[in-house]
């Protein structure tokens, strides 16, 4: 069994900036792709960014330039760097880990950390 347990959100104002932490933890052999992903009030979750095992990143164009997503291998965790914060941002962030498996991947998934951006 894996856990993530989420951390780091809260009430920012417009222009400020928050880091959210994600800790993986349980019978993990290694961890493949690790990323957020925010759902809005009355909208689909949506990725936010993702990094890979070997550090590649990729980012939704609403967050390019202000998000930065980095992760300790070591310590199974995952950070992403919330800069310039918009009321567009507030929602709930979740976190994703995929766990390799004999001959497949696992997703476990957070339990979400609430970020509200005032305006």
């Known amino acids: 069994q894996v856990q993530v347990v989420e951390s780091g959100g809260g009430l920012v104002q417009a222009g400020g900036s928050l880091r959210l932490s994600c800790v993986a933890s349980?019978?993990?052999?290694?961890?493949?792709?690790m990323s957020w992903h925010r759902q809005a009030p009355g909208k689909q979750r949506e990725l936010v960014a993702i990094?890979?095992?070997?550090?590649?990143?990729m980012y939704a164009d609403s967050v390019k330039g202000r998000f930065t997503i980095s992760r300790d291998n070591r310590n199974n965790t995952v950070y992403v760097q919330m800069n310039s914060l918009k009321a567009t941002d507030t929602g709930v962030y979740f976190c994703?880990?995929?766990?390799?498996?004999?001959?497949?991947?696992?997703?476990?998934w957070g339990q979400g950390t609430q970020v509200t951006v005032s305006s």
């Open positions: 349980g019978s993990i052999f290694s961890i493949s792709d």
């Open positions: 994703n880990v995929r766990v390799n498996g004999p001959g497949r991947k696992y997703d476990y």
């Open positions: 990094i890979s095992s070997r550090g590649s990143t």
